[in-house]
């Protein structure tokens, strides 16, 4: 089953009830603004503060403009953050973009425009996660949340990883 949502305005928050499974992903597009100077995603456990957020992606335009943005990966529980990842990315301000993050057993897997960006490894259990929240200055065109990895009637929609993909074949 996939979901596609149609409504984009910034703060964005969607319930996701049945939490995140291996194999299970969410693809999110978009154009990123010339003065843009960031965006973050969370994955949380909760609306309130204090809440457990096993995923936070946040893209930041640190340099000069039209430079690459670093993306940094952390998590929040006890009420603290964990150990930040920090990873160069090519995503740019005034251009278009595709992030998708795959769950594994072991983690998220990040695509960048349909290309390998990073792995984050679970410190909190996906399964428990029940919003994906989102702010800062981006256009969100397209959100799709998926808890079924094999789609057979819409091979389309299977995200791009390379080859070996299971039960996604490219069109």
């Known amino acids: 089953m996939a979901i596609e949502f149609e409504t984009f305005k910034m703060p964005y928050n969607r319930a ?10 969410v693809t999110l597009e978009g ?12 994955f949380t456990y909760g609306q309130f503060l204090g ?12 340099g000069p403009p039209f430079h690459s ?5 952390n998590s929040f529980t006890d009420r603290q953050w964990g150990e930040a990842n920090k990873v160069a990315t090519h995503f740019r301000q005034g251009q ?10 072991k983690g998220y897997k ?13 410190r909190l259990s996906p399964k428990r996660i029940r ?3 989102m702010d800062g200055d981006i256009k969100l065109e397209k959100v799709i ?5 094999r789609i057979s009637e819409n091979r389309n929609r299977c995200p791009t990883f390379g080859e070996g993909w299971r039960g996604c074949e490219q069109a």
Do not use: M, Y
Request: net charge negative; charged share 20%; glycine share 2%.
């Open 31 to 42: 154009v990123i603004p010339q003065q843009s100077k960031g965006f973050q995603v969370d």
């Open 16 to 25: 996701i009830p049945l939490g995140l499974e291996p194999e299970s992903w």
């Open 51 to 62: 809440t457990s957020i096993p995923l936070r992606f946040k893209l930041s335009f640190e």
């Open 96 to 105: 278009r973009f595709k992030i998708q993050f795959v769950v594994t057993s």
């Open 145 to 149: 949340l998926s808890w079924e990895f």
């Open 131 to 133: 919003f994906l929240e």
């Open 110 to 122: 990040v695509l960048e425009n349909d290309t390998f960006l990073c792995e984050f490894s679970h």
């Open 69 to 73: 943005a670093v993306a940094i990966l």
